[in-house]
């Protein structure tokens, strides 16, 4: 009996991985293994996989020489996207990673951290990424890049008033967000104890705001994890991961 399909993780910070969707993975009983590029673990063939997640991370895309391990990972993800068709999915910094990696540009930003309102455009509203979802969507940021310049043959499908690049497509099967869908209950602890988040958080909030920032976590929650799972599914139906009749099945 052959293996089902398999996902290649890339994260930055070990705090930094798929969030809720290890419980849509494991109920969908899909493998993945994770590579934790920041502490120099390797990255394996990607052509053992059928798909390729990038988790965010503090560094910046272009702080190559404090982290050369970026040029690698830039070159894997352009190979992943642009030579084997894998499917793909960003979030924040994989996300500014995949802009990178393709062509695009990245700089620093209006940093955006709270939860905030996300628009989809007229392709984003069309996009088989954001089937069923509204048309603006309450999301929690934490960054201060974004993606400048997309890249040949993407198209933007979300913005906010501060970031015109929310969500992208490149391609049949590639898709990123700046925004954070994969939050659980541990997420803003967890990220509010990593001193360039904390900091990160003070600058645009004020000291003293992780547990003001939390509150409205905790408030959206339900929300956020309905919108995660339901871009989860069409992501997975997208790059061919799942169907309506697996769907049916599970059911």
Known sequence: ??????????QHLDVEH???FREFLASDGIQWDAIELDRGEPIPDLKEYAGLWVMGGPMDVWEETSNPWLVDEKRAIKHAVQDLNLGYLGICLG?????????????????EIG???????????????????????????????EVTQIPPGATVLASSDKCEVQAMAVGEKAMSAQFHVEVTADTVPEWGAVPTYA????????????????????VAMPEFNRCAKVLYDNWMRRVGLKNAHSEMEQA
């Not at 996300?95 to 940093?111: F, I, N, R, Y």
């Not at 939860?115 to 201060?144: E, I, K, M, R």
């Open 1 to 10: 009996m052959s293996e089902g399909p398999r996902l290649l993780v890339f």
């Open 18 to 20: 798929p969030g809720i």
């Open 95 to 111: 996300h500014q990673l995949l802009a990178s990696a393709l062509g695009g540009d990245v700089a620093k930003g209006m940093p």
């Open 115 to 145: 939860v905030l309102p996300v628009q989809l455009n007229a392709a984003g509203q069309t996009s088989p990424y954001f089937s069923g979802l509204p048309a603006t969507l309450d999301c929690l940021q934490w960054h201060g890049a």
């Open 199 to 218: 900091q990160a958080l003070d600058d645009a909030l004020g000291a003293g705001a992780l547990a003001g920032f939390q509150a409205d976590v905790d």
